[in-house]
């Protein structure tokens, strides 16, 4: 990773049921790469990445490049391991829920994981983009399109199914989640009247002290 001073640092928050294919999600994210050696997550695990991120400067208006870190936290999704997982919650700028298109009660189970969210993250809608995984795997496929975007809809968040074989729409997904928590920042910043998530502008050498938890305003 290259060594570079960043203006923000963000966490993002990668939910759902145990085998649906966050690890390797997250890994094609930051490597560009499948890797089918994951073994099922124990706890909390993350990886990092770097990105430049074109937003609106001070003055509200102008667009301006901003060096973001991103934390992407993997948690596992088996029970015995969910009060670990909420204690993240509050923590999490934004999340990736995941469901594998394969899998129909992985699907079924986005409500419950979308209760606990609204239960316990820095607000109660907090920014989420809702992911279908294993869109390459077509012959299995177990959950229709229009099922998963009513879903989506009916909440109010973005919709993505992807593939960490091919890679589609990997990226895109976390460009979009990234996109929904920088603009609320944004208009926190600069008198919008959005709740604020708990990211915060960082420098490079504060990361190690300086909390990045901020207040919800909702």
Not at 35 to 62: C, H, M, P
Not at 92 to 109: C, R, Y
Not at 160 to 183: C, R, Y
Not at 204 to 213: D, K, L, T
């Amino acid at each position: 990773m290259a060594n570079w001073d960043y203006d923000y640092l963000i966490k993002l928050l990668a939910l759902g049921d145990s085998g649906v294919g966050k690890t390797t999600f997250l890994y094609r994210y930051t490597d560009n790469k499948f890797n089918r050696k994951f073994t099922t997550t124990v706890g909390i695990d993350f990886r990092e990445k770097r990105v430049v991120y074109t937003g609106t400067g001070v003055d509200g208006a102008t667009e301006k490049n901003f060096r973001v870190h991103l934390q992407l936290w993997d948690t596992a999704g088996q029970e015995r391991f969910r009060s670990l997982t909420t204690a993240f919650f509050r923590d999490a700028m934004g999340f990736l829920l995941m469901f594998d298109l394969t899998n129909q009660q992985s699907f079924l189970n986005v409500r419950n994981w979308m209760s606990q969210l609204q239960a316990n993250a820095y607000c109660e809608s907090p920014d989420v983009v809702l992911v279908g995984t294993k869109a390459d795997v077509r012959d299995m496929r177990s959950v229709h399109a229009r099922q998963a975007r009513d879903l989506a809809d009916r909440y109010g968040i973005p919709y993505f199914e992807t593939s960490a074989v091919t890679g589609a729409d990997v990226e895109l997904a976390v460009t979009t989640l990234l996109d929904l928590v920088m603009k609320r920042m944004e208009q926190s910043t600069y008198g919008g009247q959005g709740s604020e998530p708990n990211g915060s502008p960082v420098s490079s050498h504060e990361v190690e002290e300086a909390s990045v938890r901020r207040r919800c305003a909702c």
